[in-house]
C-alpha cells in the first residue's frame, strides 16, 4: 500500500505534464475543430461540447474522402508513408538481426552507430540532403555516376533527373533515412529478446536454417515488427518537413502539409483542426490493432 | 445569438458552415445574422471612429460599398480611405520614456541588426526583434492577449484589419517629421492610410522574375508576354520558385492571362487563375517558397517568381564564393505589375509610444534607410534623397541588377494586392488550398 503511495507520489508529476500537454492542448485542437471563426478569421474555439459546430469537421470529412479536394493528398500520403515503412522494415530488419545476434564484440558499437544519427537534429540532417541532391551536390553527381538517376527515371519513378525538382521518390527516400532508427532499435530488442535456446531447438529439431527463420525467429519477433511500424508509421503520418525541404511542390503534399497550410494562414484554421482530428483518429485505430496484436502475442507466449 | 460571443466582433458567424449545421431555431437565427454579416455591416466603426471614405469608382461605404472583415471600406487607389481613431495619439510634448524593452514584431532578417543596435544605444532602450513567417500568423499572435509589442512590421492590405481589431494606436504628426522631409510625396499621404493616421512606409518593392543568366538563357524582357517564362521555360522543370503567398501566386497567373485587375474577387478570374497554376505546375513543378534569395544564389532555384528586395538580398548576402551577382537578371512587368510598399505602425498596447515614434523617424533618416538597405535588407525605402539608379552605376549594387530599383513612377502607377472583403478572401483561400493540395 505504502509502495504504491510511493510510487504515486512519483508518477504525478509525469501525470500532470502529459494532462497538461497532451490532453489539454488536444482538447484545445478540438475545440478549435468543432469552433468557429469571427469576423476577421481567427478561430474562436467552443469549449462547451454543447455548442460545437460540425461544420468544419463535415468539411474535412467531405474533403478527405474520394471526390474530395483533399483525396488526392490522402492516397499521396499512404503510398508514401507504405512504400517508407516497407523500404524501412527490408533495410531495418537485417541490420537488427546482425546487430542483435551476430555483431558478437561489435554489438556495443553497433547498437551506438544506431542511436548516433539522433545526436543531430532531424531538420539538420534533412538540410545535408538538400545539399548533397542539389543539381551540383556530391550526392547526385554520385547518383549520376552509377547511373541510378537515369534507371530509376526509365522506370517512371524519377522524373527526369532532379532530385529536388518535386519527386515523390525524394520525399519516400528522405522519410526512409529519416525514421528507419526507430524501425531498427525496437526490431534490435525484439530480437535480442529471443532466447538462443529456441533457435537451437529448431535446428536440433531438423530444421534448416531458412526454415528456423523463417517459422521461428521471423514468428517471434512480430511485435518488433510491429513496434516499429507503429513508431515509424505515427511521425511519419503527422510530418511535413520532410516534404517541405525535399520537394515543396504541391504534386507531393502529403497530410501534414495540408494541415499546416490551414493551420497557418487563411480563414480555414478549424478546417485544419479538424483534419488533425480526423488524422489522430485513423493513427489511433492503428495503434489499439498494434495494442491489441501485442497483447495477443504476449497471450500465447504465457500460455 | 448563442452563449459564446465573448465580445460583439467575434459573433458575426461569417462561416458559411454554420447557417447549416447549428441546428433548429438557432440555425435560423444565424442564418439570417450572417446575411447581415455578408454585407459585412459588423461594426460601424467608419461612424463611431470618425473615418471615411472619399468618393471614388466603388461608392459610399456606407452606403453598403464593399468593406474589410473588420468592417472598414476597402482602400483603392481611386478610393482614399481615412481610417477611423478610437484614441488620441501620444501628445508631441510628452517625454520619452526611459529604460526597458522596444519590441519589435517583424519578418525574420528585414531589418539591419546594426541599424537596430544603434537606435537602442542612442534612446538608452534594449531593442528585441520577435520574427513571424507571415502575416496570418502574426495576426494570430496579435488578437491573443498576452502579446504585447511596440512596433508592428505589416503590409498596407493587413492594415485595415490591424486597426478595425484596435491593434494599432494612431501616429502623432509631430514626432514623426522625417516623414514630410524624406519621404517620397507618393506615400506621404497614402490612399490605404490618408493622412497617415496610423501607418509609416517602409519598404518599396516590386514582384517580377529572377534568373539565372548562367544556367537559361531567357529574357522575359524580349516577349510579348513577360510572364510567359514562368510557364514555358521547361528546361528548368523542378528548379523554379513560386511564391508561397496565394496573393502573389494567383495574382501573378492574372496577370499572365492579361486580367489586370489582381484585386478581384470574381469567382470566375479566381478559378481561372487556378487553371493557370495547375498548368504551371504540370509543366515546371514548382516549388512554393518564399527561400529564393538564398537559393537562386546557390543556383539550387534558377528561375523564381521573387520580391525585387529578395533578389538584391541575395545578391549583398548570399553569393556562395567565386560566383559574382551579375550571374542573376530581374524582369518585372513595369506596367500593371505589382508595385508596393510595407508599412510600420505602433501597437496599441505599447508601453513607450514616444519611444515607439522615434523608432518610425528613425527608419526614415536617409543615413539609416541607406545602411537598413545597402547593408542588409536589400528592400529599398522611398527616401527623396536616395539615388538608387547611382548605387548600381556606382557598383555598389551589382550593376546588371538595376532593373531591381523601384522608381518613383513606377511605383505611383504599380499595381498592388489590397484589402478583399471577407467573402473575396475565402474565394481566393479555397482556390491557394485547392492548389496546394496538388
Known amino acids: 500500500m505504502t509502495n504504491r503511495r510511493i510510487w504515486g507520489f512519483f508518477a504525478a508529476p509525469g501525470m500532470g505534464w502529459l494532462l497538461v500537454f497532451f490532453v489539454v492542448a488536444f482538447y484545445a485542437v478540438v475545440s478549435v475543430g468543432f469552433g468557429n471563426v469571427n469576423t476577421l478569421y481567427q478561430p474562436i474555439p467552443y469549449w462547451n461540447p454543447l455548442d460545437w459546430n460540425f461544420g468544419y469537421m463535415i468539411e474535412a470529412i467531405q474533403s478527405v474522402l474520394p471526390g474530395g479536394q483533399t483525396w488526392p493528398v490522402v492516397v499521396r500520403t499512404a503510398i508514401y508513408i507504405g512504400a517508407a515503412i516497407t523500404l524501412s522494415l527490408l533495410i531495418g530488419y537485417p541490420v537488427a538481426y546482425y546487430a542483435s545476434r551476430h555483431a558478437g564484440r561489435w554489438r556495443g558499437l553497433v547498437v551506438v552507430l544506431l542511436i548516433l544519427p539522433f545526436w543531430i537534429s532531424y531538420i539538420m540532417r534533412m538540410y545535408a540532403w538538400t545539399n548533397l541532391l542539389a543539381p551540383d551536390g556530391y550526392g547526385s553527381k554520385l547518383l549520376s555516376a552509377l547511373s541510378i538517376d537515369s534507371l530509376l527515371s526509365s522506370v517512371g519513378l524519377l522524373d527526369g533527373t532532379d532530385w529536388l525538382g518535386g519527386q515523390g521518390i525524394t520525399v519516400i527516400l528522405a522519410l526512409v533515412y529519416g525514421y528507419v532508427p526507430f524501425m531498427i532499435l525496437p526490431l534490435f530488442a525484439s530480437l535480442d529478446r529471443i532466447d538462443q535456446r529456441v533457435i537451437e531447438a529448431a535446428r536440433d529439431l531438423g530444421a534448416p536454417p531458412e526454415s528456423a527463420f523463417r517459422r521461428v525467429i521471423l514468428p517471434l519477433s512480430k511485435p518488433g515488427i510491429l513496434a516499429g511500424l507503429v513508431l515509424v508509421a505515427l511521425p511519419m503520418a503527422g510530418d511535413y518537413y520532410t516534404q517541405t525541404l525535399m520537394s515543396a511542390s504541391p504534386a507531393t503534399s502529403m497530410i501534414g502539409n495540408t494541415i499546416n497550410d490551414y493551420i497557418q494562414g487563411g480563414p480555414e484554421k478549424p478546417l485544419g483542426a479538424a483534419m488533425t482530428m480526423l488524422l489522430s483518429a485513423v493513427l489511433l485505430m492503428f495503434m489499439l490493432y498494434y495494442l491489441r496484436t501485442l497483447r495477443r502475442e504476449q497471450g500465447e507466449v504465457a500460455a | ?397 551589382p550593376k546588371g541588377l538595376s532593373k531591381a530599383v523601384v522608381t518613383q513612377d513606377a511605383y505611383a502607377t504599380g499595381n498592388g494586392f489590397l484589402t478583399l472583403t471577407g467573402e473575396g478572401e475565402q474565394i481566393w483561400d479555397k482556390a491557394w488550398s485547392k492548389f496546394r493540395a496538388g
Not at chain 2, 519589435?104 to 546594426?114: E, G, K
Not at chain 2, 487556378?274 to 527561400?291: E, F, H, N, Y
Open chain 2, 1 to 397: 445569438m448563442n452563449s459564446n460571443s465573448e465580445e460583439p466582433i467575434d459573433e458575426a458567424g461569417v462561416s458559411r458552415r454554420s447557417l447549416f449545421l447549428r441546428t433548429g431555431a438557432a440555425a435560423i437565427g444565424t442564418a439570417a445574422l450572417a446575411g447581415v454579416a455578408g454585407c459585412g455591416d459588423t461594426t460601424p466603426v467608419s461612424e463611431s471612429g470618425g473615418g471615411s471614405g472619399g468618393k471614388g469608382l466603388l461608392g459610399d461605404p456606407t452606403a453598403g460599398g464593399p468593406v474589410d472583415s473588420a468592417g472598414i471600406p476597402l482602400a483603392r487607389r481611386d478610393y482614399p480611405v481615412t481610417l477611423p481613431r478610437f484614441q488620441d495619439p501620444v501628445s508631441a510634448s510628452a517625454k520619452p520614456e526611459t529604460g526597458g524593452v522596444l519590441k519589435i514584431y517583424n519578418y525574420a532578417d528585414y531589418v539591419n541588426p546594426d541599424v537596430l543596435k544603434a537606435f537602442g544605444k542612442q534612446e538608452g532602450v534594449e531593442v528585441k526583434v520577435t520574427t513571424f513567417d507571415n502575416l496570418d500568423e502574426a495576426f494570430s499572435k496579435l488578437s491573443t492577449a498576452g502579446q504585447e509589442y511596440d512596433i508592428i512590421f505589416s503590409t498596407p492590405d493587413q492594415l485595415s484589419k490591424l486597426v478595425g481589431r484596435k491593434l494599432l494606436q494612431p501616429l502623432n504628426p509631430d514626432l514623426i517629421g522625417n516623414l514630410q522631409k524624406n519621404i517620397w510625396d507618393e506615400i506621404q499621404n497614402p490612399f490605404y492610410d490618408v493622412d497617415s493616421r496610423y501607418s509609416v512606409p517602409y519598404t518599396v518593392y516590386t514582384t517580377g522574375v529572377g534568373w539565372r543568366n548562367d544556367k537559361v538563357t531567357i529574357d522575359p524582357a524580349n516577349l510579348e508576354n513577360g510572364w510567359d517564362v514562368m510557364w514555358d521555360t521547361t528546361s528548368q522543370r523542378g528548379k523554379v520558385q513560386l511564391l508561397d503567398d496565394k496573393r502573389e501566386a494567383l495574382g501573378m497567373a492574372m496577370l499572365h492571362e492579361g486580367q489586370p485587375n489582381i484585386n478581384t474577387e470574381s469567382q470566375a478570374f479566381v478559378n481561372s487563375a487556378l487553371a493557370g497554376l495547375d498548368t504551371m505546375d504540370s509543366k515546371m513543378r514548382p516549388k512554393v517558397q518564399i527561400s529564393a534569395y538564398e537559393t537562386l544564389p546557390a543556383g539550387r532555384i534558377t528561375l523564381a517568381q521573387l520580391w525585387s528586395g529578395d533578389l538584391l538580398s541575395g545578391a549583398i548576402n548570399y553569393m556562395p564564393k567565386g560566383t559574382p551577382a551579375s550571374v542573376m537578371s530581374y524582369w518585372y512587368q513595369s506596367e500593371g505589375g505589382p508595385v508596393f510598399n510595407d508599412i510600420i505602425t505602433i501597437a496599441a498596447a505599447s508601453t513607450k509610444p514616444v519611444i515607439a515614434h522615434r523608432f518610425l523617424n528613425y527608419m526614415m533618416q536617409p543615413d539609416v534607410a541607406y545602411e537598413n538597405f545597402v547593408g542588409y535588407t536589400g528592400y529599398q525605402q522611398p527616401q527623396k534623397s536616395l539615388n538608387a539608379a547611382k548605387l548600381f552605376d556606382d557598383g555598389i549594387l
